[in-house]
């Protein structure tokens, strides 16, 4: 993408986004840290050198399209590299929201699912009704699937529709992500979790004890 957009993308840009994104993901963190990717950058090259055997086709093409020409091990080595400069340069920085469009879809997955499954076809006749026929879908055993979808949601809302840079970024990405739609997602969710689920009373000190 960096290479073939005449300079629009920057790579160090697209990178810092990437290793942001890997910081800010428990998941990500304990799957596949930058660490590991870096790790992995090297060892492809190093069997690129070796000439033994063949790469997935997938691979290789999409590399000698990164790499413009260049040596397919080198370029993978000079990634790596670039890799642990950024990381080294992000280490402690408190976590930004992504620069990307490819960032954002990959942060927001369970907010796009849940977009994907329950409005975009159109079954029901308006958002509210699709919103509320998934949370029935999953009543009782909602938490696991609505907390995930609302953490997402309210992410948005806060970090990702605070300017219009980040709102066009997000636009490009998940068009139906309004400031109105999200608003009434998290009100739905809120309100099921609010009077079908509260909290327990709190034990008064003497039965605790």
């Given at each position: 993408?960096?290479?073939e957009s005449?300079?629009?993308?920057?790579?160090?840009?697209?990178?810092?986004?990437?290793?942001?994104?890997?910081?800010?993901?428990?998941?990500?963190?304990?799957?596949?840290?930058?660490?590991?990717v870096t790790?992995l950058l090297?060892?492809?090259?190093?069997?690129?050198?070796?000439?033994?055997?063949?790469?997935?086709?997938?691979?290789?093409?999409?590399?000698?399209?990164?790499?413009?020409?260049?040596?397919?091990?080198?370029?993978?080595?000079?990634?790596?590299?670039?890799?642990?400069?950024?990381?080294?340069?992000?280490?402690?920085?408190?976590?930004?929201?992504?620069?990307?469009?490819?960032?954002?879809?990959?942060?927001?997955?369970?907010?796009?699912?849940?977009?994907?499954?329950?409005?975009?076809?159109?079954?029901?006749?308006?958002?509210?009704?699709?919103?509320?026929?998934?949370?029935?879908?999953?009543?009782?055993?909602?938490?696991?699937?609505?907390?995930?979808?609302?953490?997402?949601?309210?992410?948005?809302?806060?970090?990702?529709?605070?300017?219009?840079?980040?709102?066009?970024?997000?636009?490009?990405?998940?068009?139906?992500?309004?400031?109105?739609?999200?608003?009434?997602?998290?009100?739905?969710?809120?309100?099921?979790?609010?009077?079908?689920?509260?909290?327990?009373?709190?034990?008064?000190?003497?039965?605790?004890?």
């Amino acid at each position: 993408m960096c290479q073939e957009s005449g300079g629009t993308f920057s790579l160090t840009d697209e990178l810092a986004a990437f290793v942001r994104l890997v910081q800010s993901s428990n998941e990500a963190q304990w799957l596949c840290p930058v660490t590991t990717v870096t790790a992995l950058l090297d060892l492809a090259a190093e069997y690129l050198d070796r000439r033994e055997g063949t790469l997935p086709e997938e691979f290789t093409a999409k590399l000698r399209r990164a790499a413009a020409g260049a040596d397919g091990a080198e370029y993978l080595r000079g990634l790596a590299a670039s890799l642990r400069a950024v990381e080294q340069d992000t280490a402690g920085e408190a976590s930004l929201p992504p620069v990307s469009g490819w960032a954002t879809g990959v942060r927001l997955r369970m907010l796009q699912g849940f977009y994907d499954n329950w409005i975009a076809y159109g079954e029901y006749e308006s958002p509210e009704e699709a919103i509320s026929a998934a949370i029935e879908s999953e009543h009782p055993f909602c938490g696991e699937f609505l907390a995930p979808v609302a953490s997402e949601t309210q992410y948005a809302l806060v970090h990702l529709l605070d300017s219009a840079d980040s709102q066009a970024r997000l636009a490009h990405t998940m068009p139906w992500a309004t400031p109105e739609m999200l608003t009434t997602l998290l009100d739905a969710v809120n309100g099921h979790m609010r009077h079908e689920h509260p909290a327990p009373p709190s034990m008064p000190d003497s039965d605790q004890q």
